[in-house]
């Protein structure tokens, strides 16, 4: 049968991309061949962290097997490919995020810690007694926190952006609460227990015709779909590299030049300054300014393995996979008695949280574990996401770029395990 | 029978959806709250005591399976004991769930020995004990919020 491509393309057809073969690519996936109570392992927790493909495992051991060595201090050879792999990474983090310069990508231990430093460096600089910071009922508690500590400190307002029973933002409630005394707001790209993907580049335009700075939370998103953070123009950008099938412990805030630049430092130490002298230090440049002490080397050149890695697949290829896995995966579960789902927005990604009628989540982990199925039970740090649909915690199944329908098939029949083990 | 069905027994799955001493006790009752925070877990013990010994034992809140069956099974377990008493079956208890327990003591454990099939479950073990925990804080007096975070 011919396509309309074969039609309409008067030119000899190009190679096209190889399809999505995820049985392929789970063989990059070493941990993925192992069993877990005698059942394949089935790893549906990747909300949680995902898993890492061989070539982020051996970029690690590359590392630590012939370059280790501290960075931007010595000038022996070690040291040299030492600081040229990790400053490497920093040009990957750059192109992936799509930044003007690899002098904003700052990198931190994680998301958290990114939103810490701004809520503290930038936060403690411009926000005043009675002004405001705007967040949404969807937030995770790393997006909650740091302003309501700041807030104490200030004597600020927290104003919260409140989500309908689908899980999508009211933006004309948004809207509302923009004014005079808003001085930041700071908003979820993609919740972590509803699967919500927000309209940020909007919610970003209404804030800047306003003149207030944005932070987009893109722990969740970035692994998802493709982030251009010049095209949605938001002020701040952080994420994790161990969601982004990276290593633990290292992570990102991309931040508008501007913004770093007039910003005092978040932590002082080694590396981050220009001069030392009991008078008076002066700082370094972009982007050291924000990195003192020996950062996690290692990790950042496994999350710029990682991000070829990726880049090698295609984030568009990615996202589409994990779209139809989703739907199928939705479907899948509206067909099972007594299951509801919490999060149904028309524009979200990869998260199936859901409630069985009279079993709690933690009864249902406990029986799918022994399934061999990996999912995560409780609040998932989004407590008020649970006070909003009135349960006190769900069951989430959340999808990767390696999971595939019999996976999906494999935790229905689990879910009928637990209503006959529970019910 | 396999670990769930160990875990997951009649006796636990009737408790936990028909929790029993499910109620207020208003008065001078004690009232502490143990809260899990990881899970959500959360329940209120009330606790009367009169002189040294347990006169009522109630319980109110949400949880999962074995944490309610736990603390429905608990409340049961107490009237009429003295606070040393509750602290020994406490241990007791904790034993079994950490499978250190003897067989003498899974005896006097009685019908609380139905949650022996946890110690297979490392990670439900605090799920079996928060009511627990809660109680010991009430018996020492205390009206607090405890967690087993």
């Not at chain 2, 809140?61 to 602290?87: D, F, N, V, Y």
Request: net charge negative.
């Amino acid at each position: 049968m011919k396509t309309a491509m074969d039609v309409l393309s008067p030119e000899p057809r190009l190679a096209r991309p190889a399809p999505f073969d995820v049985q392929r690519i789970r063989e990059d996936f070493p941990i993925l061949r192992q069993k877990v109570h005698g059942k394949p392992l089935v790893y549906l927790d990747n909300a949680n962290t995902t898993q890492k493909p061989q070539a982020v495992l051996d970029a690690l051991s590359h590392y630590y097997t012939t370059d280790n060595s501290n960075i931007h201090r010595s000038t022996h050879l070690l040291s040299e490919r030492a600081t040229e792999g990790y400053e490497t990474a920093r040009v990957k983090v750059q192109h992936f995020l799509n930044a003007a310069s690899s002098a904003e990508i700052i990198f931190t231990r994680n998301a958290t810690e990114g939103i810490n430093l701004v809520a503290s460096s930038y936060g403690r600089r411009h926000v005043q007694k009675g002004d405001e910071i705007v967040i949404s009922a969807m937030e995770h508690h790393a997006n909650i926190v740091p302003w309501q500590i700041l807030c104490e400190e200030k004597g600020a307002l927290l104003r919260v952006i409140p989500i309908s029973d689908a899980g999508e933002l009211f933006l004309e409630k948004y809207e509302q609460l923009l004014s005079p005394r808003t001085k930041f707001v700071s908003i979820v790209q993609m919740s972590n227990s509803l699967g919500t993907i927000n309209p940020v580049r909007d919610m970003i335009a209404k804030a800047h015709a306003r003149g207030i700075p944005v932070l987009v939370d893109g722990a969740q998103a970035a692994y998802h779909t493709r982030v251009d953070v010049q095209q949605m123009d938001c002020d701040f950008y952080v994420f994790s590299g161990h969601k982004l099938y990276g290593p633990t412990g290292i992570g990102v805030l991309y931040g508008k030049k501007q913004h770093l630049d007039a910003m005092p430092p978040y932590q002082g130490g080694g590396d981050m300054i220009r001069s030392v002298t009991f008078e008076k230090t002066t700082y370094n440049s972009l982007p050291h300014k924000f990195e003192a002490g020996t950062p996690h080397i290692a990790g950042a050149i496994g999350l710029g393995a990682a991000i070829d890695y990726l880049q090698g697949l295609g984030m568009e290829r990615v996202a589409a996979h994990e779209q139809e896995l989703l739907a199928y995966a939705t479907a899948a579960l509206a067909e099972i008695p007594g299951l509801r789902l919490i999060g149904t927005a028309e524009a979200k990604a990869s998260i199936l949280s859901f409630v069985l009628e009279g079993m709690h989540p933690h009864d249902i982990g406990t029986v799918l574990d022994q399934e061999g199925i990996a999912i995560r039970t409780g609040q998932h740090c989004t407590q008020p996401v649970m006070d909003r649909y009135g349960v006190p915690a769900t069951a989430r199944a959340s999808l990767a770029l390696y999971n595939t329908k019999e996976e999906i098939d494999a935790l229905v029949k689990g879910i009928h395990i637990v209503q006959e083990v529970l019910g | 029978m396999s670990d769930l069905r160990e875990l997951y027994q009649d006796l636990i799955k009737d408790h936990s959806k028909k929790p029993r001493n499910f109620r207020v006790l208003e008065g001078d009752a004690r009232r502490v709250e143990g809260y899990n925070p990881l899970c959500g877990d959360r329940f209120t013990i009330y606790l009367d005591m009169d002189g040294g010994v347990v006169k009522d034992v109630a319980f109110q809140g949400t949880g999962c399976a074995i944490s309610t069956a736990s603390a429905s099974m608990m409340t049961q377990c107490l009237k009429g004991k003295t606070r040393a008493e509750a602290e020994q079956l406490f241990q007791k208890f904790h034993h079994l769930l950490t499978g250190e327990t003897s067989e003498a003591e899974e005896m006097e454990l009685g019908k609380l020995a139905v949650f022996s099939g946890v110690r297979k479950f490392p990670v439900r073990v605090k799920c079996a004990t928060l009511a627990w925990h809660t109680l010991r804080a009430a018996l020492e007096g205390a009206e607090k919020t405890i967690s087993t975070e």
